[in-house]
């Protein structure tokens, strides 16, 4: 039974030299984090100090708020693919935002979304793509159903034919298996959505949603308040909880031993991304 009674106290770990963090990914004593309003990926240590940082796309974006955010790539989703590299996703949400990268050490290579993304632009009254992990044989993608029809989901594509695609420097909906809806409760009065993904060492699914008070996947609203999920094998949420305090969450990554690692966006680019942990109770 689903519960948004109980809570997890979520324990801060660092603060992070960005804004805006939307995803992360760990690997053995590292993790990389982007943020939405970026043109950068940074790598960190598991104490939260910065190690390195990687240009993904040229150029500067505009210091205005208004215009940064008409601008920006809107990089939402970081994955590990099989064979190492780092694929960062942008969100779909415009026209301007249909772009990933695919990193293998310094070299990083444009990947062209459109492909996909008309085909689940079609599908999807507000196509917003948050999170995204290789689970088994296939690639996931979180859409976060913050904008018109509330539509959260998943989408299923093929491992296999996705790296094929990437071979090309695109993606398409040739891997395109099933969406799965994915219907999330209110919070104190407000919607959830979907905001991230993480596999858990385990192989259990998890995933964060947020309250945000906007019925638009560009224009940003009041957060009220985030909550962790868990999946079972038939995509159906087994459970529901709290997080606490009340921070807009966006981005999970588990350590090899299980701690879960959390970033949060205050959605101001004054203030810096808050890094949390999370050690959950045995699956």
């Known amino acids: 039974m689903l519960s948004l009674t109980d809570s997890l106290p979520l324990h801060p ?9 939307s995803a992360l990914v760990c690997r053995g004593e590292q993790f990389w984090v982007l943020a939405d309003d970026a043109l950068t990926l940074q790598r960190y240590d598991l104490a939260g ?19 940064r955010k008409a601008h920006k790539p809107d990089f939402e989703a970081l ?24 990193v293998s050490g310094e070299q990083v290579q444009v990947i062209n979304l459109q492909p996909l993304y008309q085909v689940l632009g079609a599908h999807f009254q507000a196509l917003n793509i948050e999170g995204a992990l290789v689970y088994q044989d296939q690639l996931l ?14 989408v299923c594509l093929e491992l296999t034919a996705v790296l094929a695609d990437l071979a090309c420097g695109q993606l398409t909906a040739a891997g395109l298996q099933q969406i799965v809806p994915l219907v999330l409760p209110e919070l104190d009065g407000v919607a959830l959505s979907l905001t991230d993904l993480a596999l858990s060492p385990g192989g259990v699914l ?13 224009h940003d609203g009041a957060c009220l308040g985030s909550v962790l999920g868990r999946l079972d094998q038939k995509w159906a949420i087994n459970q529901l909880l709290r997080l606490q305090p009340v921070v807009k969450i966006e981005g999970l990554a588990f350590q090899a031993e299980g ?15 808050p890094l949390f942990s999370l050690d959950l109770p045995a699956e």
Do not use: M
Request: with cysteine; charged share 20%; glycine share 8%.
């Open 79 to 102: 994955l590990h693919l099989p064979n190492g590299r780092l694929l960062a996703l942008g969100s779909g949400s415009t026209a301007a935002r249909c772009r990933a990268c695919l």
């Open 206 to 218: 998890y995933f964060s949603a947020t309250a945000e008070d906007t019925d638009s996947s560009y």
């Open 141 to 154: 993608l979180a859409q976060r159903g913050n904008g018109r029809g509330r539509e959260n989901a998943l």
């Open 13 to 21: 770990l660092a603060t992070l030299r960005l804004s805006a963090a």
């Open 259 to 273: 701690r879960l690692l959390l970033v949060a966006d205050a959605d101001d680019p004054s203030v810096a991304a």
């Open 49 to 67: 100090a910065r190690q390195a940082e990687l240009q993904l796309l040229p150029g500067e974006l505009p210091t205005d708020p208004q215009q």
